[in-house]
T-cell receptor, first 114, second 113 residues
Framework: NAGVTQTPKFQVLKTGQSMTLQCAQD?????MSWYRQDPGMGLRLIHY???????DQGEVPNGYNVSRSTTEDFPLRLLSAAPSQTSVYFC?????????????FGSGTRLTVV | GEDVEQSLFLSVREGDSSVINCTYT??????LYWYKQEPGAGLQLLTY?????DMKQDQRLTVLLNKKDKHLSLRIADTQTGDSAIYFC?????????????FGKGTRLSVIA
């Protein structure tokens, strides 16, 4: 089925470990973004990309890296996990920045850092 | 910076209408959106309205936009238990460059049978 695929769905990390959250879409969307969702905080933008080879920081980029080598993939790397990064992470893609045809969200990765 | 505000909780009885409200700060908003998030799932686009419209209706959903007061609302008629979810208001605006949508914190709708 067409859509945004995030892996893994669940992950537990120890403080200081690194890992990559994967995001792939098969809709040929140029625009992709990563959000984190915390209780009472809504969705906060981490990083986004307007096309292959182009990325930019969002509201809460510290501790995260991204790259966009292909249109389809937009992985999010945690460099040295901290308990403050315990959250649910969502990847989203869209045809355009404004999401005129809607942002498509993945089902999320629930990350716990102990 | 730009901000989108929503109340955090709403509780309604099954069959009643629900009204979820949202205020935003940027007068250059172009599109305003309502997303729905069911438990354990990502966000799903429900509907959106262009900033030059006052109202949009889609089956049980009615979106009202008061641009003067920067107020957006989502009315759900004949609310059902399946409507229980978190509803997010979001806006896009002209002067944001490439920045994606700005989301509110979400309103958790609880439907009582």
């Amino acid at each position: 089925n067409a859509g945004v695929t995030q892996t893994p769905k669940f992950q537990v990390l120890k403080t200081g470990q690194s890992m990559t959250l994967q995001c792939a879409q098969d809709m040929n969307h140029e625009y992709m973004s990563w959000y984190r969702q915390d209780p009472g905080m809504g969705l906060r933008l981490i990083h986004y990309s307007v096309g292959a080879g182009i990325t930019d920081q969002g509201e809460v980029p510290n501790g995260y890296n991204v790259s966009r080598s292909t249109t389809e993939d937009f992985p999010l790397r945690l460099l040295s996990a901290a308990p403050s990064q315990t959250s649910v992470y969502f990847c989203a893609s869209s045809y355009s920045r404004t999401g005129d045809y809607g942002y498509t969200f993945g089902s999320g990765t629930r990350l716990t850092v102990v | 910076g730009e901000d989108v505000e929503q109340s955090l909780f709403l509780s309604v009885r099954e069959g009643d209408s629900s009204v979820i409200n949202c205020t935003y700060t940027d007068s250059s908003s172009t599109y305003l959106y309502w997303y729905k998030q069911e438990p354990g799932a990502g966000l799903q686009l429900l509907t959106y309205i262009f900033s030059n419209m006052d109202m949009k209706q889609d089956q049980r959903l009615t979106v009202l936009l008061n641009k003067k007061d920067k107020h957006l609302s989502l009315r759900i008629a004949d609310t059902q238990t399946g409507d229980s979810a978190i509803y997010f208001c979001a806006e896009s605006y002209l002067n944001s460059g490439n920045t994606p949508l700005v989301f509110g914190k979400g309103t958790r709708l609880s439907v009582i049978a």
